[in-house]
């Protein structure tokens, strides 16, 4: 049974916390329990991440260091993030499973993603990326550096960048590869380094980001993955989100939660996109026992038995298989 466990990277920083290394080291400890659950029920595991608040403090000090020293464009700060982040998931996950008696070695590969140079996303720049900045500072990199800026509701100016959808990891031969012997893989970081092809073949980096479910769900088809576990800081998907009504969705097919996607029950900036992952792997994927679920990172072994989270499969579920509620999936 093979798994691709998309971890957002907020999940590696405390709220309200300090955010550095010493934290997000302690996180990935925790983090590291049930993705250890996973490979001693026998799963098959590879993990992605987001990195938002680490691309952020990396586009911050490039910043505060614009005086003292060269800077970095953003695709050497995913590549930097998916290295760094990588270390961190892959030392101690593989720490836990060898106090589990479990000596597998855990690896990290830094990956780029091919995006189409004419996506929309190009022309119209929307995601926000590093610090906020006062007018004065947001107009110099305007006209200096060639950057888009927005004003951010009242809190300051902000850069903004494409984020176009991923079309094909480019090292996706060596990471089937490596999952058809049995490796256990952190990959395709923060959504990927964004790459466009160049008639030549050559490929070239490009000032965006990725989503990283999106990207997971390729991943996740390509590899032939039973499961895409989206983990994320709720329990489950629910409609009539923090609303008197609120209900949690426990197991729903594809065309049940594209009408509640249609009737505006999953915001934009947090659960829209993880649901819109979740189909596209289920398009895209040729398993036919292929699922998607979305919960909590500390829920995810019980997930996966059905026992919490949102299970996605491509039909409804029949009230049989609602009771049976997978007990035997693990």
């Given at each position: 049974m093979k798994i691709v466990v998309a971890i957002g990277g907020n999940a590696l920083v405390t709220p309200g916390g300090t955010g550095d290394i010493a934290d997000q080291f302690r996180h990935s400890r925790e983090m590291a329990v049930p993705l250890a659950d996973l490979v001693e029920r026998g799963w098959q595991v590879t993990v992605t991440h987001g990195n938002g608040p680490q691309v952020g403090s990396i586009m911050r000090r490039v910043e505060i260091a614009s005086n003292s020293v060269y800077p970095i464009d953003l695709g050497l700060a995913v590549a930097d993030t998916q290295?760094?982040?990588?270390?961190?998931?892959a030392q101690t996950w593989g720490n836990e499973l060898i106090v589990r008696g479990l000596p597998?070695?855990?690896a990290a590969l830094v990956t780029s993603v091919l995006v189409d140079r004419a996506d929309p996303a190009f022309t119209n720049p929307t995601?926000?990326?590093?610090?906020?900045?006062?007018?004065?500072?947001a107009k110099l990199h305007e006209q200096r550096d060639g950057w888009h800026v927005v004003e951010d509701s009242g809190r300051g100016y902000r850069r903004v960048v494409a984020s176009p959808r991923p079309v094909r990891i480019v090292e996706i031969d060596v990471l089937k590869e490596l999952v058809a012997q049995g490796r256990l893989l952190i990959a395709a970081g923060g959504g990927g380094?964004?790459?466009v092809q160049l008639p030549d073949g050559r490929y070239e980096g490009v000032e965006a980001v990725i989503d990283k479910d999106l990207t997971s769900a390729i991943l996740a088809a390509e590899v032939d993955a039973d499961?895409?576990?989206?983990?994320?800081g709720v329990d489950a998907v629910y409609i009539n989100y923090r609303k008197p009504a609120q209900q949690p969705v426990r197991r729903i097919g594809l065309a049940r939660l594209?009408?509640?996607?249609?009737?505006?029950?999953?915001?934009?900036?947090?659960?829209?996109?993880?649901?819109r992952a979740a189909v596209d792997f289920l398009r895209r994927s040729?398993?036919?026992?292929?699922?998607?679920?979305?919960t909590d990172w500390s829920d995810l072994p019980a997930a996966l038995e059905g026992?919490?989270?949102t299970t996605i499969t491509r039909e409804e579920p029949s009230a049989a298989s609602t009771q049976n509620r997978m007990v035997t999936s693990i």
């Open positions: 290295a760094g982040m990588g270390y961190m998931i597998r070695l855990p995601k926000p990326i590093g610090p906020f900045l006062d007018e004065a500072a380094i964004p790459v499961v895409l576990a989206i983990l994320t594209q009408q509640l996607e249609s009737d505006g029950h999953f915001a934009a900036g947090s659960m829209l996109p993880k649901i040729t398993n036919p026992n292929a699922r998607a679920i979305i026992r919490c989270g």
